[in-house]
């Protein structure tokens, strides 16, 4: 595709559709992946556009449409393609999702009853893409791979080691690939000659005329029944209710069973063990697009990650041996860092969020998802840590409390700042907003920074006691 003149590629192929231009190219919010979507519309003719430089993966999207379609599956026509501009237009199937609806109902503080038979419309259509549909599937159309298989398990456990685990908690990396093996080799026992959605998730379905519609079934595989099961039902961002996943469970092996021979008690034992390694997944692919790739929606879909997987380890157990992973799970879920944001931790209202940190490390990520909020460099300061008697000491230790209280250049530094964090916090107070964000940067983040940060986070929580302060120190967090 030629990225200079994105638009005159797409009202080609809009024109050759429609038999007219588009009035109006509107480009949609962003996914996780490298696709670009955009709306076309003539008045009130409308397609959707997706542009992927992967070719292999938009010749599986689009051949995967039309066989369900051929199958009686709701999901978009594909109007026209241009393989060679990585370029094609389908059916604009709205922009009501079954999350947005979850969450819509979650404000309310109850699941309607149409949501829940969303949900069981969903996985009904389910089973006939894993068994109808993906029984005479051409799975030479499957990218990156044909099968969910051991080996694509070990790479998924692999991208949460790499892109979470790594980045928060220690581990014996020998023992912790020994457990993957056993995991992957117990996993692995499951019958895998099903359609595998890979990403069932209420995100990618769509909710139009009081159905579901689906898509972004292009990493579509042979897989085992119950991944595409666990994807939906602990989806983290959904929260679904322990109760209300049960009950879905059991509608989904009642719709199975309707086509093949189902043995229940098989089933959800080593569902329970599908459902461990898609949570892992989703916190790689969080580790990843969230924090090395800083988008925020993927750092506030941290948290509740960490909640279901806190849950798992509460309440259920595998018939197979895996110490080392289950102690590096524990260990992750007991993170301070994530504990003020899990929803849990403190009633609804206005968190305030501060942080000290090291400018060698870069700028703390904003896990609240909220991305605003204030950045104070304190390096102008005087810096305690350049003489010898200081350095062992930081900014909670009274002699550093002392040596900067001394400088009245540090005096008015805090005054400016506990003035505007004020304006700020009185606005968002006002609003209704959830997070503002105060982080504090030094040198080495462990004097001036974390000074700063307890004189604010002091100053804040008494003069706004309604207010949640949660501070967080991180360098000193990892000393």
Not at 347 to 367: C, K, M, Q, V, W
Request: hydrophobic letters at 40%; proline letters at 5%.
């Amino acid at each position: 595709m030629n990225l200079e003149q994105p638009a005159d590629i797409l009202s080609r192929l809009f024109n050759a559709w429609a038999g007219k231009p588009p009035r109006e190219i509107i480009r949609l919010a962003p996914s996780g992946s490298e696709r670009a979507y955009y709306r076309l519309r003539h008045d009130q003719i409308t397609a959707v556009s997706a542009w992927h430089p992967v070719a292999e993966e938009n010749k599986a999207f689009t051949g995967f449409s039309r066989h369900f379609r051929a199958h009686g599956l709701p999901v978009p026509e594909i109007y026209l393609e241009d393989p060679g501009a990585c370029v094609y237009l389908q059916e604009d199937l709205g922009d009501i999702t079954l999350l947005s609806l979850i969450e819509k109902s979650r404000d309310q503080g109850h699941l309607p009853d149409n949501v829940k038979a969303l949900y069981k419309m969903s996985l009904e259509e389910l089973v006939r893409f894993q068994v109808v549909a993906g029984k005479d599937l051409d799975y030479t159309l499957c990218y990156p791979d044909a099968v969910f298989d051991h080996h694509s398990m070990i790479r998924d456990l692999h991208y949460f080691k790499y892109y979470f685990l790594k980045l928060h908690a220690g581990f014996h990396e020998a023992r912790l690939e020994d457990d993957f093996t056993t995991l992957a080799n117990y996993l692995a026992r499951a019958d895998a000659n099903w359609f595998m959605y890979r990403d069932f998730q209420a995100r990618n379905i769509l909710v139009r005329d009081g159905r579901p519609w689906f898509i972004d079934f292009q990493g579509g595989r042979k897989g085992p029944l119950q991944y595409d099961v666990a994807s939906l039902l602990f989806q983290v961002k959904a929260c679904l209710p322990a109760a209300m996943r049960e009950e879905l469970l059991g509608h989904y092996l009642d719709a199975l069973s309707a086509y093949i021979q189902v043995d229940r008690a098989a089933f959800r034992e080593i569902y329970d063990g599908f459902v461990l390694i898609r949570l892992m997944q989703v916190l790689g692919a969080y580790g990843y697009r969230g924090l090395i790739q800083k988008k925020p929606h993927f750092l506030a879909s941290i948290p509740p990650a960490l909640n279901s997987l806190s849950w798992w380890l509460e309440n259920v157990s595998l018939p197979v041996e895996l110490p080392e992973l289950m102690r590096s799970l524990e260990n992750i879920t007991k993170l301070e860092l994530y504990s003020g944001r899990k929803p849990d931790a403190a009633a609804a209202g206005l968190t305030l969020h501060i942080h000290s940190f090291s400018y060698r490390n870069g700028l703390p990520a904003d896990l609240s998802g909220h991305g605003g909020g204030f950045v104070f460099d304190c390096r102008a300061l005087p810096n305690p840590g350049r003489e010898e008697q200081y350095r062992a000491f930081n900014g909670r230790d009274k002699v550093i409390i002392d040596y900067l209280e001394n400088k009245p250049e540090v005096g008015l530094f805090l005054k400016d700042i506990q003035y505007l964090v004020s304006r700020s916090l009185e606005n968002y107070l006002e609003r209704c907003f959830g997070h503002l964000s105060v982080s504090f940067g030094c040198t080495g983040g462990q004097h001036r920074s974390v000074y700063c940060a307890e004189k604010t986070a002091a100053y804040m929580q008494g003069r706004y006691p309604q207010v949640t302060v949660d501070l967080q120190h991180h360098v000193l967090n990892n000393l």
